[in-house]
């Protein structure tokens, strides 16, 4: 009658794949989502907020001060990857994660979120303030005079800028540039946070 055992257990492995594997997973990605949406909302309305400051501001402005604001910014949002990648390990995972795991969460929340923020800032630039890298251009040039470069240093940087606006024209190359703004912050935090949050046996 062992092959009767067997049977009943390859039917039980069988249910189990087919039910509660594929339930998991879809708990996986509604949270991966959900968190990944969240994040993406919140890095996208600080920065569009803080770049058309700069950009309809008068006068001179802080660029490294925004800088700095931009990417505590992307902390903050993704300060939701910890989130995100806890809640799924507690509330759908019984309390365990691997690192593997946790990191492909975060990676996910990260890139949902990354291409929201990248969305934004091309509708932005196109069709709000297309002028926004010849102001920025302008503003460093006039810093590098105040600083007393030499004038071989200075036409060397205005071609540099004029070269790079012309290519941040491209759709594309805007895009590629933007992700490789924010997805490094991102990742890091993913690391940091799988690092952290990775479980192999429940708590009692």
């Known amino acids: 009658m062992s092959w009767k055992k067997n ?15 594929p339930t998991k997973n879809n708990k996986m990605k509604k949270n991966t989502i ?12 600080l920065m569009l907020f803080s770049v058309n400051s700069i950009s309809h501001r008068e006068g001179n402005f802080d ?9 505590a910014s992307m902390l903050i949002a993704f300060s939701l990857v910890f989130v995100g990648i806890r809640n799924y390990r507690d509330k759908y995972n019984e309390g365990v994660i691997s690192f593997g795991k946790a990191f492909k969460i975060g ?13 934004a800032w091309l ?13 920025y ?3 460093m040039l006039e810093k590098l005079k105040a600083s007393g470069a030499s004038q071989i240093v200075i036409d060397k940087q ?3 800028m004029v070269n790079f606006g012309r290519m941040y024209k491209n759709p594309f190359y805007n895009a590629m540039m933007t992700y490789v703004e924010i997805l490094p ?18 708590k009692n």
């Open 137 to 139: 251009s302008a503003h």
């Open 63 to 71: 660029y490294n001060r925004s800088l700095l604001i931009g990417y």
């Open 185 to 202: 912050v991102g990742l890091v935090v993913t690391l940091v946070s799988s690092f952290i949050l990775k479980r192999k046996s429940a």
């Open 107 to 119: 990676a996910m929340i990260v890139l949902i979120a990354s291409t929201i923020y990248v969305v």
């Open 7 to 21: 049977s009943r257990k390859y039917e039980e492995k069988k249910w189990a794949t087919t039910t509660f594997a």
């Open 123 to 135: 509708i932005d630039y196109f069709f709000f303030i297309p002028d926004f890298v010849e102001k």
């Open 158 to 160: 205005t071609k540099e």
């Open 34 to 45: 959900i968190y990944g949406l969240i994040a993406g909302i919140v890095v996208s309305i």
